[in-house]
């Protein structure tokens, strides 16, 4: 993710800008699924959860 938006910087036009950032969302969203089902499942601990998703939403 964060090497799709340090990429965006040196996008070639509007368009790959956003388009570079939509895709570092995407993957953070994936990221955010995987976290919620690594807490649901107990493969992780809330306390493990929260700390990773403070990291993603930075």
């Known amino acids: ?4 938006i340090r990429g965006s ?3 070639e036009s509007k368009a790959d800008f956003i388009h ?6 995407k993957e953070a969203n994936e990221s ?3 976290l919620d089902l690594l807490k649901d499942t ?5 306390s493990e ?10």
């Open 32 to 34: 955010d699924y995987w």
């Open 20 to 25: 570079k950032l939509s895709i570092g969302l």
């Open 9 to 11: 910087g040196h996008a």
């Open 49 to 58: 959860h929260h700390n990773l998703k403070d990291g993603l939403n930075e």
């Open 42 to 46: 107990g493969y992780i601990s809330q």
């Open 1 to 4: 993710m964060g090497a799709l």
